[in-house]
């Protein structure tokens, strides 16, 4: 028996097989969950993707749904587009983040207000706006898991995507305020760096990514996704059902060691 038979799990974010969120659907889908993918801008290519995961209950990869989260046209039909797949939602993964080159890189004190919203928007404000989205479909309670990078501490070159992080972290707590009611959890997993093409994307990741195992008491390997994954899995199962608005770190033990 797995941790999630039986469930219905939405996943945002697969690009690659090396995304976090890839992982997450595909031991979900081991776990014995029914998966439904988001992809944009090109749903195409996670078509592709969704073809290297394992195969759904009628043997076929997850079906894809094209999902822009800053287009209210598309939040506001994703419950329809889902329905045409499973009948409602019993977990949500966001594993959406994105800031222009301008936002990164050292370039903080010179980044203009409109690269920040963009940032905050996609990265942060979205949590909000996908699980109010997905709402109509949760009517039972369910859970919803968000990918973090600790946002406690300025890290070097990661500038408004740090402060994003930190507006996701906040988006969260009050997102489990308010939905606890309705049985809905909403909690974050912070993973350290790891090599997805979002994180090779941000300049100056390859210093953080070789001083990370060097710190981490545990240890830490860039290249496996799977301890997170797993975290996230177990977020989404029915093993943490007093948990909500809590961060939880699968960083090596980083973000616990001073120096």
Partial sequence: MGLLDGKRILVTGVLTDASIAFHVARLAQLEGAQVVLTAYPRPTLTERIAKRLPSGQAGDPPPVIELNVTDND???SLAD??????DGLDGVVHAIAFAPETALGGNFLNTPWEDVATAVHISAYSLKSLTMACLPLMKDGGSVVGLDFDASVAWPVYDWMGVAKAGLESTARYLAKYLGPQGIRVNLVAAGPLG?????????????????????PL?????????????????????????TGEIIHVDGGVHAIGA
């Avoid at 975290?231 to 948990?243: E, Q």
């Fill in 74 to 76: 598309h939040l506001e």
């Fill in 81 to 86: 587009k889902v329905r045409e797949h499973v």
């Fill in 196 to 216: 997805t093409m979002a994180a090779k994307s941000i300049p100056g990741f390859a210093e953080m990514r070789d001083l990370w195992p060097k710190h981490a």
């Fill in 219 to 243: 240890g830490w390997d860039v290249e496996n996704a799977e301890p997170t994954a797993r975290a996230c899995v177990a977020l989404l199962s029915d093993w943490f059902p007093a948990t």
